[in-house]
């Protein structure tokens, strides 16, 4: 069965059940976990056949992705507003890991992980069923989120220690995505940002 065209033009509909689609599959993966995420589970809480979702998506992975898309414009203009507020290199790398932490709780760290790997590689199969990186590249707008990141870290560091920049942006990263994960284990966020920003103080040398 076919959808019926509900929309003024076919391009619209196509939009429209596009997102209905994609507000169907973040309901599923938020209220049943991403391993239930399924193209009959996600067709029957949109209402359509379930051999309708190729006509909006390539495979039920790739809605994965665009759930995760979603939120990236809102997370991009948090951070530069709040890095804006500021001129001091070492102020505007505070906010960034303060900030970065705080998305990192509210959205659920582990969740976002989780939609991009548990139940991945199911709908259309390939040979191969796609691992969660795999899935993640198809994306450009969650690439660009995590390359944007470290870019801006590695650039705030080069200005505050030009010689230490390549292993202070590291340790920066592998204390963000610490943070991260102690959030996902339940850390109270207010202990892990401050710890973080004392471990931020130390690579800066700031009292």
């Known amino acids: 069965m076919s959808p019926k065209i509900s929309a003024p033009s076919v391009r619209e509909h196509k939009s429209m059940m596009f997102e209905k689609l994609v507000d169907s599959a973040e309901d599923v993966l938020r209220n049943e976990g991403p391993s239930a995420l399924t193209a009959g589970v996600v067709a029957k809480a949109a209402g359509i056949a379930r051999n309708s979702i190729y006509r909006y998506v390539d495979s039920v992975d790739d809605l994965r ?19 804006a507020e500021h001129d001091e290199p070492y102020e505007r790398l505070e906010t960034l890991i303060s900030l970065s932490l705080d998305i990192g709780a509210e959205a659920g760290h582990q969740w976002m992980v989780d939609v991009l790997t548990v139940g991945a590689g199911r709908g259309k199969k390939p040979e191969h069923p796609a691992t969660g990186e795999e899935i993640q590249a198809r994306s450009g707008a969650v690439m660009n989120f995590h390359q944007e990141l470290a870019r801006n870290i590695m650039e705030l560091w080069q200005e505050l220690t030009p010689e230490q920049a390549t292993i202070n942006s590291r340790m920066t ?7 991260l994960k102690l959030l996902d284990a339940g850390h109270d966020l207010a202990q892990v940002k401050a710890t973080s920003l004392r471990v931020l103080a130390a690579l800066a040398n700031v009292d």
Not at 65 to 83: C, M, N, S, T
Request: proline share 4%; charged share 25%.
């Open 65 to 83: 992705v665009h759930v995760l898309e979603r939120y990236i414009p809102g997370w991009v203009e948090r951070l530069e507003q709040a890095i």
């Open 173 to 179: 990263r592998s204390m963000l995505d610490a943070g």
